[in-house]
């Protein structure tokens, strides 16, 4: 019997202090599960948020979950479900789009002003106050990884005796204090167990976001070195957004494919995570804003790689950024920009990953690459994968095709894109901090 949920979160804290010391983000479901989780993140000196989820619930049975939405847009549907149930996708939308109401409201309602803390690349530990049918930890779970999760780590102090035969894959580590046979609900293994209003979650929230350590960066915030960069090239200057974490391991810089620019979005979220594993980024438009209106030049391979050979140079002239191996990461047409540059003489490469790529606009010079190289490609983008099986064969150097299951050419659905950027991650964590730090003005070999 635990006394109130602050007893249970600090019982339940002794249970997760191997997390301690670690890159941790702490998340509670409102409301019952916020003041537990509050305990857990002072004991792990790690940093609070809320995970706000709604449950798609089938119309004509609302307890039998066939989805779940989360903030950020983040939508994790279970197709099965969907189709035994017999629901129809007009059907599916206006449960979604009721449920989006409610999760907008109580997430402005907790959050105030105060960004979401950003999941990306992180051990997030989901806390309840208990679990009973698990449905809603279970969603919990899944929008955490959705978000980017590296590891997710579903702690409680109660549940079921069978309660991780419940949950499933959803999480990477169960952690109960008690579980019983005799399961009636959460609040019997409680002595208070009063029910939390919306005032003190916020309030939870807003104590644990002022004591938040600088080294816990909310979406959004600088995390490091944070700032927009101008480089030239020729003529002409390329707008650019350079981030360094402290003690980088390597620098990754971005091509962009088929028009997109620094803002892209995806490109934006595989930054993010190799952001987080201590790999700098350079993200950069290949084009001016002028130059964009001749469509011919977003296809222009040759021209957007001598660009990014420029801007590598650039990059070496940087003190900051000279010592740091260099991988390029390249989308759609600028995956073939940046086999272009990577064959360059000199170009001294750790590594190269396309993601979509078109490694045949690239062709004639894939014989030339010496970095070794990583086509990402969605097993559903059948014409793109079968260029990138074909460009496979001409390299002289190590180069691997990893197959996304269910992505399409966009990445868009659900935790494609995390696959991606996860291997894209593995990829230049492998070769670019295996690579000798070289002193600036020294040349690196691949």
């Not at 993010?272 to 469509?295: H, K, S, Y």
Request: contains cysteine.
């Amino acid at each position: 019997m635990f006394a109130d949920r602050i007893d249970a979160g600090r019982q339940l804290a002794r249970h997760l202090a191997h997390l301690r010391g670690t890159d941790v983000v702490v998340v509670g479901l409102p409301r019952g599960g916020v003041p537990v989780a509050a305990e857990v993140s002072e004991a792990l000196g790690a940093p609070l948020d809320v995970i706000v989820v709604r449950k798609l619930g089938v119309p004509f049975q609302r307890e039998l979950a066939m989805g779940a939405i989360g903030e950020g847009g983040i939508r994790v549907v279970n197709r099965d479900g969907v189709d035994l149930a017999g629901v129809s996708p007009e059907e599916l939308a206006a449960v979604e789009a009721h449920e989006r109401i409610e999760l907008e409201r109580r997430s402005a309602r907790f959050r105030a002003d105060r960004p979401r803390i950003a999941l990306t690349g992180r051990t997030v530990v989901v806390v309840d106050d208990g679990v009973a049918t698990g449905s809603t930890a279970k969603a919990a779970c899944q929008v955490a990884r959705a978000h980017g999760a590296h590891r997710v780590v579903l702690a409680v102090p109660v549940a079921p005796a069978d309660w991780t035969a419940q949950m499933g894959d959803a999480a990477d580590e169960y952690v109960c204090i008690r579980t019983s046979d005799d399961f009636f609900g959460v609040g019997q293994f409680y002595q208070d167990f009063t029910q939390v209003d919306d005032d003190e979650v916020v309030e939870l929230l807003r104590r644990a976001s002022a004591r938040r350590a600088p080294s816990h960066p909310a979406a959004g915030d600088p995390p490091w070195s944070d700032d927009d960069v101008r480089v030239p090239v020729g003529p002409v200057e390329l707008e650019g957004h350079l981030t360094v974490p402290e003690g980088a391991r390597g620098l990754v810089i971005f091509a962009h494919g088929s028009g997109s620019s620094r803002h892209s979005p995806r490109n934006r979220y595989v930054a993010a995570v190799l952001q987080q594993a201590g790999l700098a980024t350079l993200l950069f438009d290949l084009l001016t804003p002028r130059e964009e209106l001749d469509r011919a030049n977003v296809f222009d391979v040759e021209l957007l790689g001598r660009r990014l050979a420029a801007v590598t140079l650039w990059t070496r002239r940087q003190t900051d950024l000279a010592p740091l191996p260099v991988g390029y990461f390249g989308a759609s047409t600028g995956a073939a920009a940046a086999l272009w540059a990577a064959a360059e003489p000199g170009a001294s490469l750790a590594s190269v990953v396309s993601r979509g790529g078109r490694p045949d606009l690239a062709r004639p010079r894939l014989g030339a690459v010496f970095a070794p190289t990583l086509l990402i490609v969605g097993g559903q983008d059948t014409v793109v994968l079968g260029l990138n099986r074909d460009a496979r064969a001409e390299f002289h150097t190590p180069c691997e095709l990893a197959v996304v299951p269910g992505a399409t050419h966009l990445f868009e659905e659900p935790g494609t894109l995390t696959t991606a950027a996860e291997l894209a991650r593995d990829w230049f964590l492998s070769h670019l901090a295996s690579q000798p730090t070289a002193q600036p003005g020294q040349t690196r070999r691949a």
